[in-house]
């Protein structure tokens, strides 16, 4: 059965930095490592949005939603078993839970409804 945790949320001021990490444990019960990997965040009565996504393949495209891109950055690591979010230059609107979700069925989506498989999130809270 495959499990995702997540780790690195935190408190921290406007402009600071965070890394999230997602380790993605069971695949060996799957047999594959090719899997999709997409961020997901939830704040105080929102809907939960996609962040950014990544597959597992060698040079896979990586896609952010409008308002992270240049300050987030989504990677692996070599063995495919965590993937983190480096998230620079926060701001109060990134105040959110974050989780990871996989899935086999694709290479990537910004789609919560397409993932299966979830983490039980961490919070993010940047203020002063």
């Known amino acids: 059965q495959v499990q995702l945790v997540e780790s690195g949320g935190g408190l921290v001021q406007p402009g600071g930095s965070l890394r999230l990490s997602c380790a993605v444990s069971g695949l060996r019960s799957l047999r594959s490592d090719d899997y999709a990997i997409g961020w997901f965040r939830q704040a105080p009565g929102k809907e939960r949005e996609g962040v950014s996504c990544?597959?597992?393949?060698?040079?896979?495209?990586?896609y952010y939603t409008d308002s992270v891109k240049g300050r987030f950055t989504i990677s692996r690591n070599s063995a495919k078993t965590t993937v983190y979010l480096q998230m620079n230059s926060l701001k109060p609107e990134d105040t959110a839970v974050y989780y990871c979700a996989a899935d086999w069925k694709h290479d990537g989506s910004m789609y919560d409804h397409e993932y299966d498989n979830w983490g039980q999130g961490t919070q993010v809270t940047v203020s002063s």
């Open positions: 990544m597959s597992m393949n060698e040079g896979s495209t990586t």
